[in-house]
């Protein structure tokens, strides 16, 4: 059989540096959504315990080493970095979600400035602490915000709109750059 | 015009899809006469005041909720989760 090759949403994408903050492409290899049928939610967690992890509360996400659990939405989460543990699917609907998604990473001092234009969310960090994640748009795009980091975010949004995610974004970070070489 | 999702916090309602009176919730039975049926599909009231509707967080979390506000001053006074009301999955 022949082998395939996988390609990212944004392909040869070369990161982008502004203000010392780096927009870049990120990968996910594993990715599948996680719902839990109606009253089954001990025992999600049950399953879940053996990886160290739990199913999330709203906005919350949920790490044990590379494998994260994060909310996305009103009863689903994403498994990132690992496949279903065996005994899952008796409890919940999963889905492989890992073509369908494209994941954008922003880190550097002005991350959160160049996200607060197209994000209409306050990302300061009393209001959306590090491991925070919210849906929200990106301008019209539904999208998955998660602040990794101090200064470190993760976006994603449906793999048919990766370009137009990062130019949102990247058109943020020229207008930050502008600015400040104008002052 | 904001609304506050149960799970997302306050957001613009640009944000949410209105789907209509709250009456859709009180799906008449299959062999309901055919009164029943007419006053779900057809018949709402048109208040100046306090109305309840449904509305869909759809560029957030995808929750059903039901949002009791006023037509006049646009006030939104309470905002519910379908979920929760009906004792379904979280």
């Known amino acids: 059989m022949p082998e395939l090759i996988a390609k990212s949403a944004l392909h040869g994408q070369a990161p982008k540096v502004a203000l010392g903050t780096t927009l870049s492409e990120g990968v996910v290899e594993k990715m599948v959504s996680v719902a839990p049928y109606p009253g089954r939610g001990a025992a999600v967690d049950a399953v879940l315990g053996a990886l160290g992890l739990r ?3 709203a906005g919350e996400a949920v790490a044990a080493g590379d494998v994260r659990l994060i909310w996305v939405g009103r009863g689903m989460a994403f498994l990132l970095g ?8 008796e409890h919940a609907a999963l889905t492989d979600q890992a073509d369908g998604w494209a994941v954008l990473r922003i880190a550097g001092p002005v991350a959160v400035d160049a996200l607060m234009r197209p994000f209409p969310v306050d990302l300061r960090a009393a209001a959306f602490p590090v491991g925070k994640v919210a849906r929200v748009p990106l301008n019209h795009m539904q999208a998955v915000l998660c602040r990794t980091g101090e ?4 976006i994603m949004v449906f793999r048919s709109m990766a370009r137009t995610a990062w130019h949102e974004i990247a058109e943020a970070m020229d207008v930050l750059e502008a600015r400040a070489r104008a002052s | 015009m904001r609304i506050n999702c149960p799970l997302c916090g306050t957001r613009d309602r640009r944000e ?4 209509g009176a709250e009456d859709y919730l009180d799906r008449p039975a299959p062999e309901a006469p055919a009164q029943a049926w007419d006053d779900y599909l057809h018949n709402r009231d048109n208040p100046a005041g306090v109305t309840r509707d449904l509305w869909y967080h759809d560029l957030g979390c995808s929750s059903w909720l039901v949002v009791t506000r006023n037509t006049v001053t646009h006030e939104i006074l309470a905002v519910e989760a379908v979920a929760d009301r009906k004792g379904g999955a979280a």
């Open chain 1, 55 to 57: 199913f999330p509360a």
């Open chain 1, 151 to 154: 200064d470190a975010f993760e």
């Open chain 2, 16 to 19: 949410f899809y209105y789907y």
């Open chain 1, 82 to 89: 690992a496949d279903a543990p065996a005994g899952l699917a």
